[in-house]
């Protein structure tokens, strides 16, 4: 049983296209993230949040945006999706545990995106 | 250079081999180290922390050096369920803000 939810689970859409990318967490935690995944490759961090009202940028370069307006919900949009944009998706969430060395991530299924 | 660094594999061994899959990561001020696993087209999953004095967790052993910069993962008597991709991630940062890295992978197939 999943605790963080990502729709859709597939997305084949047009160049110019406005998307979405939805993310839900129920575990109340603060920090939830985005990575982006080629196959075979490794995961890039594209964008990051803190808490509500809280985004920064990953460490790759990325068009797409994000929002943090409620603690479960952290959705990514990609305002003129281009085929460059043709990834997986991932979403994931943790706690922000004061001096806890141990913080692993919980990641959604992810968002196969093909944009032709 | 990538700052976390794995042999991709595959790795191919038989139902009951002990295989060893080290990691280097190139940022000193690293403090925290994990396990991920990774099935195909499926998100990685937590395996296990790494602490300096190592750990075990049944057929699973983590150990890191820090002086060499390095992380190790032993799974003993491999299971055909076992096959996957095995990701190893550094992080940077406090224990507050801090960002996981993740390596390329490490794919193990576990043959019959």
């Known amino acids: 049983e999943a605790d963080i939810y990502q729709t859709p689970r597939y997305l084949v859409i047009g160049t110019g296209k406005k998307i979405t990318l939805e993310c839900s967490q129920t575990m109340g935690h603060d920090k939830m993230y985005w990575y982006q995944q080629d196959p075979g490759m490794e995961l890039h961090l594209i964008h990051y949040?803190?808490?509500?009202?809280?985004?920064e940028k990953g460490d790759l370069s990325s068009e797409s945006t994000v929002s943090r307006i409620r603690t479960e919900h952290f959705p990514l949009t990609l305002e003129s999706a281009r085929p460059s944009h043709t990834s997986q998706y991932l979403c994931?969430?943790?706690?922000?545990?004061?001096?806890?060395?141990?913080?692993?991530?919980?990641f959604g299924s992810g968002t196969r995106l093909t944009v032709v | 250079r990538k700052e976390v660094e794995q042999d991709p594999g595959p790795f191919n061994v038989p139902e009951g081999a002990t295989v060893a899959f080290n990691c280097t990561y190139s940022n000193s001020a690293s403090q925290s180290f994990f396990w991920y696993r990774q099935d195909c087209r499926k998100e990685p999953k937590l395996l296990m922390s790494?602490?300096?004095s190592g750990n075990e967790d049944g057929r699973f052993t983590a150990q890191l050096n820090r002086a060499s910069q390095y992380i190790s993962l032993l799974i003993r008597d491999s299971k055909l369920s076992d096959s996957a991709t095995y990701l190893c991630v550094a992080v940077h940062g406090s224990s507050n803000t801090g960002k996981l890295i993740f390596g390329q992978g490490t794919t193990l197939q576990v043959k019959p």
């Open positions: 994931a969430s943790s706690e922000a545990r004061q001096g806890r060395a141990n913080y692993g991530y919980t």
């Open positions: 949040s803190y808490g509500v009202n809280s985004t």
């Open positions: 790494v602490y300096s």
